[in-house]
């Protein structure tokens, strides 16, 4: 069993729909992290947490460290937010911090 | 401020041949992380490098080797080519505060990644 399992895997809305994506984690973490890959490959930095709840723009994360569980939202999703979004976890207890990724949740916003 | 580059952005090898990849870390970064990702897949952590020594590693064999350089730039060596390497490598560079029992890492900024075939 993956230690990061994001869903739903493919996600395909209309523009303007509010989008949540899910992501559970089965291990203690010291930050999660939510990142957009483009095609190509290019990886951005979205938002990295420990508690509570970020605001950028149209994104919000929220996390809850008892469930092990993290959702991140879109609101007015537009076509250019199309791309895979990778929810990552940082267990590193005071060692690495080499991030444990999900599989990505593949998000297609129509016009 | 200079983001996380990344050198070459593609490169094709043959089995058995020897690679090495270069990533230049972000203005007043210490710490840097290299990732497999292989097509349709999330990346995997290589291994961590944190002012010039190995961090951490994960599940990859002795023939992925690295370098940390004093102006927190690195390298990934790969020798010994299998095809099963060909992927997108990834490396992100991250500010590290505080000692071992008690790092704190900031956020990691990716490199745009450097494609490898291995034919």
């Known amino acids: 069993k993956n230690e990061v399992e994001q869903s739903p895997q493919n996600l395909t809305a209309q523009e303007g729909e509010f989008i949540t994506i899910n992501c559970s984690y089965s291990v203690g973490i010291s930050a999660l992290h939510w990142l957009q890959q483009h095609p190509g490959g290019g990886i951005v930095s979205l938002f990295m947490l420990s508690s509570g709840k970020k605001k950028h723009g149209r994104l919000i994360a929220t996390i809850n460290i008892q469930e092990k569980h993290s959702s991140l939202h879109i609101t007015a999703s537009h076509p250019r937010d199309s791309a895979v979004y990778i929810c990552a976890v940082s267990n590193s207890g005071g060692g690495a911090d080499g991030l444990t990724f999900g599989k990505g949740t593949h998000l297609i916003i129509q016009p | 401020e200079t983001g996380v580059t990344q050198s070459p952005t593609h490169l094709i090898k043959t089995r058995g041949q020897q690679v090495t990849l270069r990533c230049s870390s972000q203005?007043?970064?210490?710490?840097v992380s290299w990732y497999q990702q292989a097509l349709g897949q999330g990346p995997q952590f290589i291994f961590q490098y944190y002012r010039e020594e190995e961090n951490g590693r994960g599940n990859f064999p002795p023939r992925f080797s690295g370098l940390q350089f004093p102006n927190y730039s690195s390298e990934l060596n790969v020798n010994a080519l299998e095809l099963d390497d060909s992927a997108l490598y990834l490396c992100?560079?991250?500010?590290?505060?505080?000692?071992?029992?008690?790092?704190?890492?900031?956020?990691?900024?990716f490199g745009p990644g450097t494609r490898l075939t291995v034919l």
């Open positions: 992100a560079s991250s500010l590290a505060v505080g000692t071992l029992s008690g790092r704190t890492y900031n956020e990691q900024f």
């Open positions: 203005s007043g970064h210490n710490t």
